[in-house]
């Protein structure tokens, strides 16, 4: 063989060798990101489906808060569809009962009800309703037992529960100067009121911080804050502390992890993550957006979120509260808009139009 021969054959052996080399890099990184992609795919499953009298009715479905009381373990929906509050056991994830007596929805969510819905610790239910008021219910009779006027036009919506006082914080947020009204829920009366005149973009959720003894809102964009602002509230003196601005959020739920005093904003943007006794942006999660309600669950140490107006299309969305990383998105449906999660099952319940309340956990 001459020496060009053995040259060529020499550069085409090394060629071979290096393509060899290559392929095996490449097969190695394909494999080990085949391998990532599994271990962090979706965990969330659905396990249930909960039915009910028109549960879902056909058509739309007209609903607004999830709530879940730990103490009682009942899942409670806001169902304005059929003008009551729906029951679910959460450790049976099975429909247990309804009640009426709510204005019900007519053509407008501004006067649909009912709509916020809490249990304070005296284990009384309370929800707003479309009429501006408030509705108390006892648990035992399942019957309406006294109604608040809160002195609006349009529903009295959102709600938050301060159980060092005893008050609730109920926002009217769709007035054309909204407000909030404090209720003594040992006294069943209304003991106070705070308008917010500069609140052009309305309100939405409120949360109470034990820690800080204050009352944390939602208030959506307006010409003082574009990107809208968190309002804090002192429930002793029912007036307004100071207003945290946020970063093109414009937001609707708020939720609080307890322990890191982090709040997390439910924003038709990404969701924000803020410090609630300094009002400090921490971060934002840019894998979901177009968040209504949200919810912390102690039981896992996680932020849930329905975002039903992500881009991408409506998804549940989780995120650690203990690093603040988002963990993974689960499609549900259009206007998927409500979640509550029960602590100590650690099961998800989302309402979604067409299909019923899905219960959500990992398997």
Not at 91 to 99: M, V
Not at 330 to 353: C, G, M, Q, R, Y
Request: hydrophobic letters at 40%; proline letters at 6%; one cysteine or more.
């Amino acid at each position: 063989m001459g020496t060009s021969a053995k040259t060529r054959l020499t550069w085409s052996l090394a060629i071979l060798l290096v393509l060899a080399t290559i392929a095996t890099s490449v097969s190695y990184v394909v494999t080990t990101h085949l391998a990532q992609a599994q271990e962090t795919s979706q965990s969330l499953r659905q396990i249930a489906l909960i039915t009910g009298p028109n549960i879902p009715p056909r058509g739309l479905w007209a609903f607004d808060i999830s709530f879940e009381d730990d103490q009682s373990q009942v899942y409670y929906l806001a169902d304005a569809s059929n003008a009551s509050v729906d029951l679910i056991d959460t450790r049976t994830n099975t429909f247990i009962g309804q009640i009426g007596g709510f204005r019900g929805f007519h053509g407008s969510r501004e006067t649909q009800g009912p709509g916020g819905m809490l249990v304070d610790d005296l284990g009384q239910l309370w929800a707003t309703d479309g009429d501006s008021t408030v509705k108390l219910i006892d648990l035992s009779s399942r019957t309406i037992v006294a109604t608040l006027d809160t002195g609006g036009t349009k529903r009295a919506d959102e709600m938050a529960y301060d159980p060092q006082d005893q008050l609730l914080l109920v926002t009217n947020g769709s007035e054309t100067v909204p407000f909030a009204t404090f209720i003594s829920v040992t006294k069943r009366a209304i003991v106070g009121k705070l308008v917010f005149t500069d609140a052009g973009g309305g309100l939405e959720a409120p949360v109470f911080d034990a820690q800080t003894h204050l009352f944390y809102l939602s208030m959506p964009a307006n010409k003082q804050y574009p990107g809208g602002a968190v309002a804090v509230v002192d429930p002793l003196t029912q007036r307004l502390v100071r207003e945290y601005p946020l970063p093109a959020c414009d937001p609707s739920g708020i939720a609080l992890d307890p322990t890191t005093q982090e709040l997390l904003l439910g924003c038709s943007g990404h969701p924000v993550i803020m410090s609630a006794p300094t009002g400090q942006v921490i971060s934002t999660v840019l894998q979901t957006s177009g968040c209504d309600e949200v919810w912390y669950s102690r039981g896992d140490q996680r932020f849930y979120l329905a975002a039903f107006t992500n881009p991408n299309g409506p998804v549940l969305s989780v995120i650690d509260a203990t690093t603040g990383t988002w963990v993974e998105n689960v499609a549900t449906v259009k206007k998927a808009h409500s979640v509550a999660v029960d602590p100590l099952t650690n099961h998800i319940f989302v309402p979604e139009t067409g299909r019923g309340i899905v219960v959500y956990a990992e398997t």
